[in-house]
Every structure is written in C-alpha cells, then in structure tokens.
C-alpha cells in the first residue's frame, strides 16, 4: 500500500505534472486537429492502405499454400492464411460495392 502511495505522490510532484501533461498532449495530439484522427490521414489514404493490405494479405496466403505444397508449412497455417485473404477479400468487395452504390446515388440526384 506505501509503494502505491508513493507512486501517486511521485505524479504529483513537478516532475509528474509535467509527466502527466506531455501524456496528455500526446493523447489530444496537436491543437486544432480532430480528436481520434491522425494528422495527414484523409480517405484516400485509407482506402490505399487497406488495399495494400488486402493485397498482402492475398500474396502471402498464396506464399502459404506454395510452402504447403512444398511441405514447408502445415495445413493450419495455410488455412489460417487463407481465411484471413478470404475475410480481407470480402471486406475489400463489400466496401467496393458501398463506394459504387453511394456514387449511383449521387448521379441520379437532381441538381
């Protein structure tokens, strides 16, 4: 209980005050900036980086199987690989068909 005590006491001192808000300004991040968004992130960055992963994802399930073949690796890896390209696969074309849904939408609204 002392030593519980004691590192309460050590935050409030000068030093943890100092602590406590460079922890605070890193959670907040920079002023002005939208709370929960990392700074240079926009939609197409996004969108391009989940791609590269999808992509990964595929290339390394297929690198899985070739190990698999070759007697390299065992069955639940490539099943766990596979699984994981299926899931970012169905991600990519769900998210594909939201994309193309919305933009229908927007093309048939009246100006």
Do not use: C, H, W
């Amino acid at each position: 209980m002392i030593n519980r005590i004691q590192s309460i006491a050590s935050l409030t001192g000068s030093n943890g005050v100092d602590q406590i808000g460079k922890t605070a300004s890193s959670i907040m991040g920079t002023p002005g900036a939208t709370p929960g968004q990392a700074p240079g992130m926009d939609f197409a960055t996004v969108l391009g980086n989940m791609a590269t992963d999808t992509m990964t994802s595929l290339k390394g399930a297929e690198a899985m199987s070739f190990k698999a073949i070759q007697g390299k690796a065992n069955t639940r890896e490539v099943v766990d690989a596979v699984l994981e390209a299926q899931q970012s696969l169905q991600t990519a074309t769900a998210l594909r068909d939201k994309i193309v849904s919305a933009y229908l939408d927007i093309t048939k609204m009246q100006i």
